[in-house]
T-cell receptor
């Protein structure tokens, strides 16, 4: 079946540091890939997405590239801010499918 | 404003007392789904609906019921809640069954069953 594996958290960084959160997936066919962000006390929000191999999703300074050869979709940001502190979820949707499969989430804490 | 609205935000109840968590969306989305979020387990799908009167089980449906009588509403029913259903619940919706566009999530319902 489909599955998503994320790096364990929490991840603690200083402001302006470089961020990488690793995500790998297992899926049949050609899934779409997503990163969602959950701020404290809120629901999940779509951060970025990529629908086919080699696509790069980007939003708010975050980027992730759909790598089919390594089945990965790592999230990166060049310079994090305190306001980026949240839980980040990697997810996939099978091609033409009707369900999102989520990873377990990675908590990011950014300190001054 | 396009949104998914869940009520209540917080609920404490006793074992065996039936409860309903409501979910409503104003985006005319066909697809709606319920998830529960537990530490170390991420989000797991409970039930989903592809349109009015069409519902199906997700990964963890035991102990839950849903209905989809109108396109905008998708209530989650716990007929006899138990402590292992203590969790954070999210309703989500999407345009069609092609999730390339992602989901819109509600703000969550934190349920405690004592």
């Amino acid at each position: 079946g489909n599955s998503v594996t994320q790096m364990e958290g929490p991840v603690t960084l200083s402001e302006e540091a470089f961020l990488t959160i690793n995500c790998t997936y297992t899926a049949t066919g050609y899934p779409s890939l997503f990163w969602y962000v959950q701020y404290p006390g809120e629901g999940l929000q779509l951060l970025l997405k990529a629908t086919k191999a080699d696509d790069k999703g980007s939003n708010k300074g975050f980027e992730a590239t759909y790598r089919k050869e390594t089945t990965s979709f790592h999230l990166e940001k060049g310079s994090v801010q305190v306001s980026d502190s949240a839980v980040y979820f990697c997810a996939l949707s099978p091609g033409g499918g009707n369900k999102l499969t989520f990873g377990t989430g990675t908590q990011l804490k950014v300190e001054l | 404003e396009a949104q998914v609205t869940q009520n209540p935000r917080y609920l404490i109840t006793v074992t065996g007392k039936k409860l309903t968590v409501t979910c409503s969306q104003n985006m005319n989305h066909e697809y709606m789904s319920w998830y529960r979020q537990d530490p170390g387990l991420g989000l797991r799908q409970i039930y989903y609906s592809m349109n009015v009167e069409v519902t199906d089980k997700g990964d963890v449906p035991e102990g839950y019921k849903v209905s989809r009588k109108e396109k905008r509403n998708f209530p989650l029913i716990l007929e006899s809640p138990s402590p292992n259903q203590t969790s954070l619940y999210f309703c989500a919706s999407s345009f069609g069954t092609d999730h390339r566009y992602g989901y819109t999530f509600g703000s969550g319902t934190r349920l405690t069953v004592v």
